[in-house]
């Protein structure tokens, strides 16, 4: 069975990182293992005071059993990280859980809208960049790529060209799927290159109302899971685009609360379909 460690926080209401990986990965057949680095009360997306633990030594403790286990990953996924040092560890994870065909994917947290989130640092910063050149897969939002580029947040907030995915590409080493562009009004997607083929692309998906936390881990995760599964990157970014999509419609149909993110537990069934048809032993 195919295995994913996760190297991303645990926070426990909201619905975002390893709360939503979890499940997502599940579902698509494989076996998801966590490496919490911070578990927090609630994310930080506007529930107020977060009660946070740092779980820095655990996962130091966890590396090192996990090697001496001599476990590989079929694939390396990591998210939001509350330190520098966290950044480091998730590089040590490259190099120590990695096998032959490991798909590495990192999704850049560093900002959103324009602007760095408030806990990374410079230093921060950098470090992404270095843990980014580790990737096979890279899934940075418009903000996120303009701080990779060494640009102001904001300086590409409008863009929607390819060209943009190759040029975060360090020269064709990495893929990459730039999230949260608008290749025409009404309408969301990414534009990403491939580097094990060159090929480039925009993927659409409809717009649907509402800005909710959490939708860039469930993108990212379903889009490492289509990997782990041996799919091409454009089935994934379009497999990843379109559950967001509809876990939002449905969302935004049921008018919840925002900072409860999207209520994709309902939905997880559309994931399922080709874990089954893949293993006719299920
Ligand atoms: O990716 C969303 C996310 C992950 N982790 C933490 C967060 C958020 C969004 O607010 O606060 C801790």
Redesign the pocket.
Known sequence: MRKVAAI??L?CYGR??LAVILPVLSVMGMQCCPLPG?V?ST???GFGPVQRTDLTGQVDGTLRHWEELGLRFDGIYT??MASATQIHQAMEAVERLSGENTQVVVDP?LGDHGKLYTSITPEMAQAMGDLCQKAQVITPNLTEAAILLGLAPDALLDQRGEDLAVELSGQGQRSVVVTGVTPEPGYTGAVWFDHTTGASGTTVAVRAPGEY??T??LFAAVLTGSLVMGESLERGVSRAAHFITRCASYTAALGTDVREGVLFEPLLPLLLGDALAMDDRI
Do not use: I, K
């Open positions: 991303h926080d926070s975002c990182s911070t927090l994310h930080t997306g998210g939001y947290v936390p959490g860039g881990d």
